[in-house]
Structure formats: structure tokens, C-alpha cells
């Protein structure tokens, strides 16, 4: 399902490297073949509780399919996602800007207008194509446009990456996962010299005190004025207490990593992900994340076309 996907889209799609309307034949091959791969989420099913009512008004429990909820939420959502791409690629016709081959013609070769810088990524590739605007500049109605597709593309982009993440969640940690993890903390610490195994020793040093400071300010469990049952339900409590504090931890580490990942949305997935999908065994959570990670990869190279025309 991931190759299948990955290959439709290189296929059509190519790598975006213009913002322009796909051609017919294109769009209709994109439509047919993710017609033919999603066809599959039609077959995945649930049983839920119903009932049936027979001619004498009788009712007889029985249990009904229907898709699986995520697959029925999602995956109309995502297709939905998907054409709001194309209605924005289709609506780049006549544009006031073009794109010049920077390997075959100078920059200001024809006197007509602008070339704007290449993306970041892209300048030491001399074969792909530049924008070039007209001298003057982009019109304000035609910045106004940009500016429009670009927000909408934000919004495509968040959607997408939200049910990528929760399809990534939801997929089981493989047991190669955990034996491949560290058995020590320094292994997968970059220390390179004895000054940054300085700051490090100093950082978890001030967190041991903090943490053991916090640990003995605690009242007394076994204080022999208290009863029993008291001291163990008080040590009960703690153990609740210690919990939740991990749970809160794990849930700023989630928070942090969500951000860190719409903040720089081009990057590449971790390692925790690149082992569930190898082992994911669901082809419904495969679905949900294959196309949600095409959309996503697909709608970042866009919003970062629409950034080098407008800027």
C-alpha cells in the first residue's frame, strides 16, 4: 500500500516543481489508480450491535458490518483534503509569473521580468526550473490570490498531518523497537568533548538535586503519630501522584514533538515511525497514513513553491 501510493504520486505528480494545472490525462490516471488502491477500505469492516424486526413484530438482536469508523471518518476526509489540492493547482492558469530552465537560459536573458531566488533546498540543482516575475513585480490582486491558496494549503497541511499522527498512534510499538533502544542514556547522547560532558553532567546533576529536594520535602509516611491505614493510603496516594507526574511528562514530550513537526513540516519521520510502519499488520491504518503522508508531502512542496513566487 505505502509503495503503491508513493509511486502513483511520483508518477502523476512528478515533484512539483512548477505551479501549474495538471494536465487531464494526468488527473484522470491520479483518480483512477487511488480509486483502485483505496477500494480496499471498502472491505475493512466492523460488527456492531443491531436489531431486526420480523412481519409479527417480533425483534431479533443480531450483529450488522459497517466500514471501520476510523477508515469511514478518515478516508472521506483525506479524499476530500485531495481534490482541494487539485482545485488549487487547477486554478493556475494564466499566471502572471513563468518558470525559465536556470540550467538553459540566463536569468535576465529575455528582459521581461524577475527571477526569484530558488528555494533553499533546491540551489545547488541547476536543472530545475525558476520563477521569474514581471520587473514591476507581482500585481496586488494576483499577491492577494497567493496569499489565499497559500493559507488554504496551511489548512490542508494541518488536517492531514492530524490524522497522519493519529494513525501513527494508533499503530502497535513492534518489540524490535524496544531491543533496539539505548541501555544507556550516554549511548545516544552527543558528547564530543569534555566541555559539553560538562553542561550535561551539570544539567542532570541540577535536575537529581531539584528532583530529590522535592522527594524529602514530602511529609514523613511513617510518622508513628499516624495510624496504619492512614500511612498506606497516604503512600497509596504518592504512588497515584508519582504516576500522574509521569503522565504529564509524556504528555509535554507529545506536545513538544507536535510542535517541533508543524513547525518544520518537511521533516523526516522518526525512527519510532519508520519501525511501526515496517510492522504495521492493519492495512487500514496503512491506508490512512500512506495518503495522508502523500498529501502532506505533496501540500509542503506546494506551500513552498507559493513562498518563493510571493516573496
Known amino acids: 500500500m505505502d509503495s503503491g501510493l508513493t509511486l502513483c504520486t511520483a508518477s502523476t505528480f512528478g515533484q512539483l516543481w512548477r505551479l501549474e494545472s495538471l494536465q487531464y490525462e494526468k488527473k484522470q490516471m491520479w483518480q483512477r489508480e487511488m480509486d483502485c488502491l483505496l477500494c480496499i477500505g471498502d ?39 485531495d481534490n482541494m489540492l487539485l482545485e488549487i493547482l487547477d486554478s493556475f492558469l494564466n499566471t502572471e509569473f513563468w518558470y525559465v530552465d536556470q540550467g538553459i537560459v540566463a536569468p535576465d536573458a529575455d528582459g521581461l521580468g524577475s527571477v526569484r531566488k530558488p528555494l533553499q533546498r533546491h540551489q545547488e540543482k541547476w536543472w530545475l526550473p525558476v520563477p521569474h516575475v514581471p520587473t514591476g513585480g507581482l500585481q496586488q490582486d494576483t499577491r492577494k490570490q497567493l496569499t489565499h491558496k497559500r493559507e488554504c494549503a ?23 523497537y524496544f531491543e533496539s533502544l539505548p541501555k544507556c542514556l550516554l549511548d545516544c547522547l552527543n558528547i ?38 492512614k500511612a498506606i493510603w497516604d503512600m497509596f496516594k504518592d504512588l497515584i ?22 513547525r518544520f513540516p518537511g521533516l523526516t519521520q522518526t525512527t519510532l515511525d519508520i519501525t511501526k510502519i515496517q510492522h504495521n499488520q ?23 513553491s507559493l513562498t518563493s513566487i510571493s516573496t
Not at 475493512?44 to 438482536?61: A, N, V, Y
Not at 504528555?251 to 514533538?257: G, M
Request: glycine share 2%; charged share 25%.
Open 43 to 81: 472491505h475493512i469492516i466492523e460488527l456492531i450491535p443491531s436489531s431486526q424486526t420480523f412481519p409479527d413484530g417480533s425483534k431479533l438482536e443480531i450483529m450488522t458490518r459497517r466500514q471501520r469508523s476510523d477508515i469511514f471518518i478518515n478516508l472521506p476526509a483525506l479524499r476530500k483534503l
Open 154 to 176: 496551511n489548512q490542508i497541511l494541518k488536517a492531514a498531518m492530524a490524522i497522519n499522527s493519529v494513525a501513527l498512534a494508533e499503530m502497535e510499538v513492534p518489540e524490535s
Open 192 to 229: 564530543s568533548s569534555e566541555l559539553v560532558a560538562l553542561e550535561v553532567a551539570n544539567c542532570v546533576e541540577t535536575s537529581i538535586y531539584i528532583w530529590r529536594k522535592r522527594v524529602h520535602s514530602r511529609p514523613n509516611l511513617l510518622d508513628p503519630n499516624r495510624s496504619a491505614s
Open 241 to 262: 501522584t508519582d504516576g500522574c507526574k509521569r503522565d504529564l511528562l509524556a504528555d509535554r514530550a507529545e506536545s513538544l514533538l507536535h510542535c517541533l513537526k508543524h
Open 282 to 304: 492493519d492495512v487500514g491504518k496503512s491506508i490512512l497514513e500512506s495518503y495522508s503522508r502523500v498529501l502532506e508531502g505533496l501540500d509542503f512542496v506546494f506551500r513552498s
